[in-house]
């Protein structure tokens, strides 16, 4: 087998590696993993990247050091590739262009299965989530962003752990509105899903919330613990809600 193939495909497993360390690397800063996987291939491929959440996504210091990586190591590979690709079909050799073609087909296919494994996958995942912890700042979060409106507000997907200030209580008892946020639905652990769900259904540990929000509330929620302490936070985060509404009163009284 010529150099040139073997280049090929070091240049596109390397690819697959670095989008999949990508893609969980954006994940564990909060976002989801749909998402996640979308921009880490656009910014190495360099296609549908300029949209206006990629703007937004550049805002955040790591993950614009992630996607501005991307950028470059994209632009080299798919050089790489062409050079190797122009290098297998010009340069000759005792095998014909077909041969070479056929080489291509069969070791793409080989790595789509890989690709597509479920134990592989699990592999891969947990060695690379365990090393992005383990050596860089990646900033953990239980919080998922799924859309990002105008003022700081978005729609988001949070896990409840069993030490959670919102794990075993009621919506009724959160009384989240006075902090500015809403439940909208409520993925079980089972993967039973609830709309609109009622007051007193009460949030349990290992459920997903999909709830509404400014950031940092959303953020503050994401990192409250129970107790006091969670208490506490609680009483401050709805006293700053107040003064924000406060000023929101205000400005539109003097437009």
Do not use: C
């Not at 979308?38 to 300029?50: I, V």
């Not at 950031?215 to 613990?225: A, H, P, T, V």
């Amino acid at each position: 087998m010529s150099v040139g193939i073997i280049t090929v495909f070091t240049v596109i497993i390397i690819s697959l590696l670095i989008t999949r360390v990508a893609t969980i690397y954006l994940t564990l800063t909060g976002l989801s993993r749909e998402i996640a996987r979308f921009q880490a291939r656009s910014a190495l491929t360099g296609a549908g990247f300029a949209t206006t959440e990629s703007e937004k996504l550049m805002t955040h210091p790591l993950r614009r050091r992630m996607l501005m990586f991307l950028m470059l190591v994209g632009n080299a590979g798919i050089i790489a590739v062409i050079a190797s690709t122009v290098l297998i079909f010009i340069n000759p050799a005792e095998q014909t262009a077909t041969s070479y073609l056929m080489y291509i087909i069969v070791g793409l296919g080989i790595i789509l299965l890989l690709t597509k494994n479920s134990t592989v996958d699990k592999v891969l995942n947990r060695i690379i989530t365990y090393t992005l912890k383990r050596w860089t700042d990646v900033e953990v979060s239980d919080t998922a962003n799924l859309i990002y409106l105008g003022a700081d507000y978005q729609v988001s997907e949070l896990k409840v752990n069993p030490d959670d200030w919102l794990a075993g209580k009621t919506i009724k008892e959160l009384n989240l509105s006075e902090e500015g946020v809403l439940i909208l639905g409520i993925q079980k652990y089972n993967g039973e899903y609830i709309g609109i769900p009622h007051p007193d259904t009460k949030i349990k540990p290992n459920t997903n919330l999909l709830i509404y929000g400014r950031m940092e509330s959303i953020k503050s929620l994401d990192i409250r613990k129970s107790g006091f302490s969670g208490d506490f936070d609680h009483n401050k985060a709805v006293y700053n809600q107040r003064e924000i509404e406060s000023k929101q009163i205000q400005d539109d009284f003097h437009k």
